[in-house]
């Protein structure tokens, strides 16, 4: 029989023709993790099924990753004086509304992600023999009869015909999913790639295995631990073919950690991404430079401002960066700076010609001191509180509302560049909270009637609580999905309030106290929707609440549409529905709505002027004035919107496919790498490729030798 040495020379070659013949049964183990750190995958079944089994955890190993946590928190008791009815009085047209907003996108919530971790949420390092994203470890059994976990292969560092897999070409399908459920309703998806990882990312013309990115030693001086990071073309084309199938528009960040300026991410982002680039921050949390050891004193707004000077100048020379007027700035954390100081140095009249926005980043809270030792201790149970009435957000826009006026002066639009309910990772129990997710809603439509134009949920990896989305453990994929959270529900949702008409507008009307807060969108000028909160949590249905709604110079139609999101308290993670449907829970996401659409009607009291909306306690409602599955309606959810599937089928749980026609027109490739390949199929190639088109031939034979090896082996000991 064949010897563990002459397998490990074989096995890499059978890897090469799994494009076309092979199907790797996914086994679902009896154990399921909650997320812990690296549980070992080996492939010892006779069957040829993996198995994964689960060790006894000990030590810190048993501590679940922050995205998966499971803290359950105490909700704030009821108040005692809230009223259980109240009644809005809408003008039927938006010519009668003072203080009404700023026209606003249904894509006014989108994402930052970091820029170390964007190509796990977004692409497959690299391929497993079965087509799976994640780590494979090969294991053999002793003669001794002892199992034992040895690689053979590691496929984290696999041979360089696996390159194919792990380039701009191939996407998480339920990355794309989810940004369609977006677009579907809003019509495209701004995202930032960036962070703290920006000012410490250095362009490379390649990086081994055809990783877009590479992570390297952590800045010292960094509070919060950030990887350096390596980038290469694979990116941008990351990018680009994210593009080509969901309409997402993207910013990018100028490395700002010196006066080197390293403009290639501007450059090649022009030139790769051109139209769905829409910015490039100069420049993140630069009041926190000092602090952090970056610069060095004197620096405050005065130096940044020089400093700012300095890059427009690099930009102008700069041929290859032919749009000049893209930079974004200056995004403060409102830490040590506050804006006003900024504006103070001359900033925004210096720099009004070259900056296409005005941006901001700013956490209500934070875990520092638990993440990095840094500050003082927040306690998430006490803090809960403070993330479930309507002050949340008022407080946090309050500081900005200057700055959106000057920036709507300026005709710039004013971003909350990075933001989520803790900055170090969210806070646990709180941040992936069905509470978290009416905040984060309250917060967006706060920020939109406040002329905010956009703002940008942050997103990390695996060890952060607040995550609006999470690729499984790589060593897991193969029987584990996505896991959303909840805030994903509040972006979904914001971008129905505001549709795809991109001409609403909207006005905080709240009247009856805290924990109820109250909207009206106007579409085109026209009376349209009803934004209605009940941040209270009681079970009992004793804070439940009705709103009124009239019209004032107009009717209230027949009846009214209700969409609802729900969940049984402001503490749960699990179970949330927006109009009967669900993502799912942990490790249950495929990017696709489940269940079927629930659309509550009401009849209206016409010869009253009143319609009579019930909101349980905790609950959101978007109420409709018209149809929302009319074919005229801007903000429709169609039922048939178009989501993305998988061309390979791997497992036999949570599979998906894909039509291959959508795939071989829209899906890219790297630029490297697109004139070899010649189909969507992992691994397939054009028959140009001469000898190596005639290499599964022979592969076939040894992989079925090895197969067979394999076989013999878990038999004969």
């Known amino acids: 029989m064949l010897s563990p040495p002459l397998l490990q020379l074989l096995l890499p070659l059978s890897l090469l023709s799994t494009a076309h013949a092979v199907t790797v049964y996914g086994q679902v183990p009896f154990g399921q993790t909650s997320g812990l750190p690296s549980p070992t995958v080996t492939l010892t079944d006779a069957n040829g099924a993996v198995s994964v089994p689960t060790p006894t955890p000990t030590g810190p190993s048993t501590k679940p990753l922050a995205a ?21 009085n809408l003008p039927a047209s938006n010519a009668s509304v003072p203080g009404i907003s700023i026209m606003q996108h249904g894509s006014f919530y989108g994402f930052s992600i970091e820029m170390s971790v964007v190509t796990q949420l977004s692409t497959c390092y ?45 996407i998480q399908v339920p990355f794309l999913n989810l940004m369609a459920q977006i677009q579907q309703r809003a019509g495209g998806v701004h995202i930032r790639m960036g962070g703290n990882t920006q000012d410490f990312a250095y362009w490379v013309d390649s990086i081994p295995n055809g990783h877009a990115t590479s992570k390297e030693t952590s800045d010292p001086k960094n509070p919060t631990l950030t990887p350096a990071v390596l980038y290469s073309d694979e990116f941008f084309y990351l990018a680009a073919n994210i593009s080509s199938l969901v309409n997402v528009r993207w910013y990018l960040g100028i490395p700002f950690n010196d006066t080197n300026w390293r403009l290639t ?32 004193e004197p620096y405050g707004p005065t130096e940044y401002a020089n400093e700012f000077q300095n890059l427009v100048q690099a930009v102008n020379d700069n041929a290859n960066i032919p749009i000049k007027n893209m930079l974004i700035g200056p995004s403060l954390a409102s830490g040590p700076w506050q804006p006003q100081q900024v504006w103070d140095v001359g900033y ?26 840094v500050g003082s201790y927040v306690d998430p149970q006490e803090t809960f509180k403070n993330f479930l009435d309507h002050r949340a957000g008022q407080e946090l826009v309050q500081p900005y509302l200057y700055s959106s006026s000057l920036a709507q002066g300026l005709g710039k639009p004013f971003i909350m560049f990075e933001t989520n309910s803790a900055t170090c990772g969210g806070l646990p129990g709180i941040s992936d909270s069905f509470g978290a997710a009416l905040w984060a809603l309250d917060y967006g439509l706060t920020m939109a009637a406040s002329n905010f134009s956009h703002a940008l949920l942050h997103v990390g990896g695996q060890n952060v609580y607040y995550n609006p989305f999470t690729a499984p453990p790589t060593n897991q994929s193969s029987f584990n999905q996505w896991t959303i959270g909840a805030v994903f529900y509040s972006v979904l949702i914001v971008s129905e309030v505001f549709g795809k008409s991109n001409v609403s507008q909207i006005i905080d009307i709240s009247n009856s106290g805290i924990y109820t807060p109250s909207y009206v969108i106007y ?7 009803v934004a209605l909160f009940n941040f209270i949590d009681d079970k009992s249905g004793a804070h439940d609440v009705t709103a009124t709604v009239t019209v004032d110079g107009g009717q209230v139609p027949s009846q009214v549409w209700v969409k609802y999101f729900l969940a049984d308290s402001v503490s749960v993670r699990t179970n949330l529905m927006w109009a009967g449907q669900t993502f799912g829970n942990k490790f249950q996401v495929d990017g696709r709505l489940k269940g079927d659409l629930n659309i509550t009607t009401i009849p209206c009291d016409q010869s009253a002027n009143q319609c009579h909306v019930p909101l349980k306690a905790p609950s959101f409602a978007l109420v409709f004035l018209t149809d929302p599955l009319a074919a005229d309606n801007a903000g429709s959810q169609t039922p048939n919107a178009v989501t993305f599937e998988t061309t390979a089928f791997t497992k036999t749980v949570h599979t998906a496919t894909v039509d291959p026609s959508v795939l071989a027109t ?51 000991h």
């Open 68 to 88: 998966y946590d499971e803290t359950i928190l105490i909700p704030p008791p009821p108040p005692q004086d809230q009223p259980l009815a109240y009644t809005l």
């Open 126 to 170: 690299f391929t497993n023999i079965g087509g799976e994203c994640g780590k494979l470890i090969f294991g053999f059994r002793e003669s001794s009869g002892e199992e034992r976990v040895r690689p053979l292969i590691n496929l984290w560092e696999s041979i360089w015909l696996m390159r194919s897999f792990m380039d701009s070409s191939h």
């Open 265 to 296: 991410i501007a450059e090649k982002g022009q030139a790769i991404l051109g139209d769905h680039l829409i910015g490039l921050q100069a420049g993140n949390e630069p009041d926190y430079y000092l602090g952090h050891g970056h610069r060095i």
């Open 348 to 373: 925004l009249d210096r720099f009004k010609d070259v900056l296409t926005a005005i941006t901001m980043e700013h956490y209500p809270s934070n875990n520092c001191y638990v993440a990095y030792g």
């Open 523 to 529: 579409d085109n000028g026209a009376l349209s929707k």
């Open 666 to 716: 829209s899906n890219g490739h790297s630029g490297k790498e697109r004139g070899m390949l010649g189909s969507t199929s992992p691994g397939s190639v054009s028959a140009a490729l001469g000898l190596s088109a005639l290499a599964p031939s022979l592969v076939v034979l040894l992989a079925m030798m090895c197969g067979a090896a394999v076989v013999l082996s878990s038999y004969t």
